[in-house]
C-alpha cells in the first residue's frame, strides 16, 4: 500500500510559478505511475499530468506545466509556470500499480489529501 502526501501549494499571483511535491510511502515507488489530479470548487476532477514509463499531460496544460519524479526520494513533482486564476483547485496526488500512465482517476488506487492552489488575478 502506498501513502501519498502532497505539498507545495499556496497562494500565487497570476503569472508565477509553484512546484508541487508528493512523497510516497513504501519501497515500490519505482514500480508505480503516478498522476496529478486538480478539482475545482463546483467542478469535476481531471486529470492533470502522469508519469511513468512515460509522461502525459491534459492538453490544455501542456507547456505550462512539467512532471518529474525522483524514485529515489520516493517523490513525484509538479512544476507549474505562468499560472492562471483557473487553475485555482485542490491539486491531488494519485498512484497506480503500472507504469502504464491512464488518465482516468478510477484507475488510480492510491489518493493524497490534496494542496490547495490559489491563483490571484
Known amino acids: 500500500q502506498v501513502q501519498l502526501v502532497e505539498s507545495g501549494g499556496g497562494l500565487v499571483q497570476a503569472g508565477g510559478s509553484l512546484r508541487l511535491s508528493c512523497a510516497a510511502s513504501?519501497?515500490?515507488?519505482?514500480?508505480?505511475?503516478m498522476g496529478w489530479f486538480r478539482q475545482a470548487p463546483g467542478k469535476e476532477r481531471e486529470f492533470v499530468a502522469g508519469i511513468g514509463g512515460y509522461t502525459a499531460y491534459a492538453d490544455s496544460l501542456k507547456g505550462r506545466f512539467t512532471i518529474s519524479r525522483d524514485n529515489a526520494k520516493n517523490t513525484v513533482y509538479l512544476q507549474m509556470n505562468s499560472l492562471k486564476p483557473e487553475d485555482t483547485a485542490l491539486y491531488y496526488c494519485?498512484?497506480?500499480?503500472?507504469?502504464?500512465?491512464?488518465?482516468?482517476?478510477?484507475?488510480?488506487?492510491?489518493w493524497g489529501q490534496g494542496t490547495r492552489v490559489t491563483v490571484s488575478s
Open positions: 513504501g519501497n515500490t515507488f519505482s514500480n508505480y505511475a
Open positions: 494519485a498512484a497506480r500499480p503500472s507504469l502504464v500512465v491512464v488518465r482516468s482517476s478510477s484507475q488510480y488506487r492510491n
